[in-house]
């Protein structure tokens, strides 16, 4: 089957710009998590979508972050406008057993 | 508070074997995972318990004790391309993943 896909794998954007990060998760999987490595820290949870509701997006930094699952099927994260504490490493992840993960987004705020 | 416990970083020798270990307190429990993880990649699964006792894998072996919140993971035989972050992590009773800070393993010839 396959993966977790996401994209872009790499992004560089200026500080107040707008970047949107895709996930596509297995097929069939209905839950859908996104998580951040900011560099030198570890992973922190962002949120969980069951289909295409937000079960638990008590990780979110703040409102300059919106994730969406319109159909339940791909999500997006959108920064908008990006600070440059936004740099890291974004993580989408869908649910069998273990969790499958995405290979990440390197954003990058200069 | 939920809480997950492993050294910072270790350090060992090419050919030797390691243990890394890592205590949890977390609501719930659903499972434990290992992660390994290189630099600026995303974090690849090798194991998950679930049940109490020793899951071997190859080189990696990874243990889990529920009534002591403890797991370990062992590797045999390193090779210098073990070297990397080994994260554990937690599945709650939310199955939300609750991660560790990481084991920076240090591997030399």
């Known amino acids: 089957e396959a993966g977790v896909t996401q994209f872009p794998s790499h992004s560089v954007i200026e500080k107040g710009q707008t970047v949107t990060l895709r996930c596509d998760p297995i097929?069939?999987?209905?839950?859908l998590y996104w998580y951040r490595r900011v560099m030198g820290k570890e992973i922190k949870f962002l949120l969980h979508?069951?289909?295409?509701?937000?079960?638990?997006e008590s990780g979110m930094p703040n409102n300059r972050f919106l994730a969406e699952r319109t159909g339940g099927t791909y999500s997006t994260l959108k920064v908008q406008p990006a600070e440059l504490e936004d740099s890291g490493v974004y993580f989408c992840?869908?649910?069998?057993?273990?969790?499958?993960f995405g290979n990440g987004t390197r954003l990058t705020v200069t | 508070g939920q809480n997950i416990d492993q050294p910072t970083e270790m350090t060992a020798t090419e050919g030797a074997i390691v243990q890394i270990n890592c205590t949890y307190q977390?609501?719930?429990?659903?499972?434990l995972f290992w992660y390994q993880q290189h630099a600026g990649e995303a974090p690849t699964f090798l194991s998950y318990?679930?049940l109490d006792g020793l899951e071997e894998k190859g080189r990696f072996s990874s243990f889990l004790s529920r009534s002591k919140g403890y797991s370990y993971l062992l590797l045999k035989e390193l090779q210098m391309k073990d070297s990397a972050s080994y994260l554990c992590?937690?599945?709650?009773?939310?199955?939300?993943?609750?991660w560790g800070a990481g084991t920076k393993l240090i591997i030399k010839p």
């Open positions: 992840a869908s649910r069998g057993s273990p969790l499958h």
């Open positions: 097929s069939g999987h209905d839950n």
């Open positions: 979508f069951v289909k295409e509701s937000k079960q638990d």
């Open positions: 977390t609501s719930g429990f659903n499972g």
């Open positions: 318990n679930v």
């Open positions: 992590a937690v599945l709650d009773s939310n199955y939300q993943l609750i």
